[in-house]
């Protein structure tokens, strides 16, 4: 599966708000976000534009790993 190239860290927190996921601060250029669950997970997401396919990999996978959905649903919701 290939990742959109580009892809900026509000449509990310854009598309994680659309799962349930809720921002609950920032520092910086840092976004943490919050599920209640279950299970409760956080996770951080850094305000670049674009982001690095590295860094948009790693989110996606964490969120479908921890929220049993799969990355190709996660993509195509960005």
Do not use: F, W
């Amino acid at each position: 599966m290939k990742l959109p190239r580009a892809v900026s860290a509000d449509r990310v927190i854009h598309a994680l708000e659309r799962l349930g996921y809720v921002v609950i601060r920032q520092k910086g250029s840092h976004v943490g976000l919050r599920h209640q669950g279950p299970p409760v997970h956080t996770i951080t997401v850094p305000l670049h534009n674009p982001l690095k396919t590295g860094t948009l990999h790693g989110i996606l996978s964490e969120v479908a790993q921890v929220r049993s959905v799969t990355i190709e649903s996660l993509t195509e919701s960005l």
